[in-house]
T-cell receptor, first 114, second 112 residues
C-alpha cells in the first residue's frame, strides 16, 4: 500500500487566492482526519470524517475553511480566501476505526501564503 | 473542552540515559492513548499506544504507563540513542477513529 497520499507537497500562493489540498486515504480505512501544524499552535485537529460523513468540524478555524469527502478514497480541504496566517503544514491521516485504530499520517502539504 | 497537557516541552539527555515524558488528559471518556514520534520535516508516526484496560505496555526500549484514576499517562525511553532525538506527541481519544486531541509535543535531544 502506498500509504496516505497528499497533494501538493508544497504550495505557495498569494493572499486572497483559493487553495485546495487533497488527500487519498489508505484503502479500506473508514476514518479521515485533517490536521494543521504550526510552531505556535502545535498539531491541531481541524475536522474528521467517519464513513465519508463529517463528524466534528469544531477545529475549523473560520468559514474560510471547508472540507469535503465525496467518496471513501478522496478528501479535500479548501481555504478561500487564503491569508498569511494560514501558512502551516497540513496533514491528512486515516485509520480503520474498528481495527487497530492507529492513525496513519500522510507526508503533509507545506502551505505558504504571502 | 477536551485538553491534553504534555511536559516537559524540551528534554535533553545523555546517550544511554532514560527519558520520561508525561501527559495529562481531561476527558474521562478517553480510552485510547497513542504516542507519535516526529522527526524534523517528516510526518508523525505511531511508536506505541495503550488502551484504558491496560496499565502498562512495553516494546523494546519504549514503555507507556497509564493511570486512569489520575488521568495521567507517560512515555519512558530507556538506553536513549541519538536517533531517538525528535519531537514526541502524546494524544487521547475515545477510539482511534474518533476525535483525537494531541499534546503540545516534547522536543527530545539525545547527546552523544
Amino acid at each position: 500500500d502506498a500509504g496516505v497520499i497528499q497533494s501538493p507537497r508544497h504550495e505557495v500562493t498569494e493572499m486572497g487566492q483559493e487553495v485546495t489540498l487533497r488527500c487519498k486515504p489508505i484503502s479500506g480505512h473508514n476514518s479521515l482526519f485533517w490536521y494543521r501544524q504550526t510552531m505556535m499552535r502545535g498539531l491541531e485537529l481541524l475536522i474528521y470524517f467517519n464513513n465519508n460523513v463529517p463528524i466534528d468540524d469544531s477545529g475549523m478555524p473560520e468559514d474560510r475553511f471547508s472540507a469535503k469527502m465525496p467518496n471513501a478514497s478522496f478528501s479535500t480541504l479548501k481555504i478561500q480566501p487564503s491569508e498569511p496566517r494560514d501558512s502551516a503544514v497540513y496533514f491528512c491521516a486515516s485509520s480503520f476505526a474498528s481495527g487497530d485504530e492507529q492513525q496513519y499520517f500522510g507526508p503533509g502539504t507545506r502551505l505558504t501564503v504571502t | 473542552g477536551e485538553n491534553v497537557e504534555q511536559h516537559p516541552s524540551t528534554l535533553s539527555v545523555q546517550e544511554g540515559d532514560s527519558a520520561v515524558i508525561k501527559c495529562t488528559y481531561s476527558d474521562s471518556a478517553s480510552n485510547y492513548f497513542p504516542w507519535y514520534k516526529q522527526e524534523l520535516g517528516k510526518r508523525p508516526q505511531l511508536i506505541i499506544d495503550i488502551r484504558s484496560n491496560v496499565g502498562e505496555k512495553k516494546d523494546q526500549r519504549i514503555a507507556v504507563t497509564l493511570n486512569k484514576t489520575a488521568k495521567h499517562f507517560s512515555l519512558h525511553i530507556t538506553e536513549t540513542q541519538p536517533e531517538d532525538s525528535a519531537v514526541y506527541f502524546c494524544a487521547a481519544s475515545i477510539g482511534g477513529g474518533f476525535k483525537t486531541i494531541f499534546g503540545a509535543g516534547t522536543r527530545l535531544f539525545v547527546k552523544a
